[in-house]
Nanobody, 132 residues
Framework: QVQLVESGGDKVQPGGSLRLSCDASGFSLFTVDRYAISWFRQAPGKEREWVSCINMADGTTYYGDFVSGRFTISRDSAKKSVSLEMSDLKPEDTATYYC??????????????????????WGQGTQVTVSS
């Protein structure tokens, strides 16, 4: 069973930046490069929303429309870690951010890579608050 641990959440002012990390372990049947890893977020009272996905095999990245170039997802396969660099943060970015993993690096290209039901391994989340 893959274990995921998120870190880096904090309270920042509007326009600020944060870097979230997702550290993965427990790969047994497949190596990390056989996975897709996504970031989701969930604000209070709202459904969990897909943010970004990365193909761990070749590093191809995908983003939700609302990102508008403000976020960058990247991988360090050797460290089994995925980062989400966020800039120009807005109050509406306030949420708990989760990373999720599932075998099938090309999953990011299809709907399954952008839905909660498409991922079987989840971290506990890290809180991001954007407020002045």
């Amino acid at each position: 069973q893959v274990q995921l641990v998120e870190s880096g959440g904090d309270k920042v002012q509007p326009g600020g930046s944060l870097r979230l990390s997702c550290d993965a372990s427990g790969f047994s049947l497949f190596t990390v490069d056989r996975y897709a890893i996504s970031w989701f977020r969930q604000a209070p009272g709202k459904e969990r929303e897909w943010v970004s996905c990365i193909n761990m095999a070749d590093g191809t990245t995908y983003y939700g429309d609302f990102v508008s170039g403000r976020f960058t997802i990247s991988r360090d396969s050797a460290k089994k870690s995925v980062s989400l660099e966020m800039s120009d943060l807005k109050p509406e970015d306030t949420a708990t951010y989760y990373c999720a993993a599932e075998p099938g690096p090309n999953r990011c290209r299809v709907e399954a890579g952008r839905t909660v039901s498409g991922f079987g391994s989840w971290g506990q989340g890290t809180q991001v608050t954007v407020s002045s």
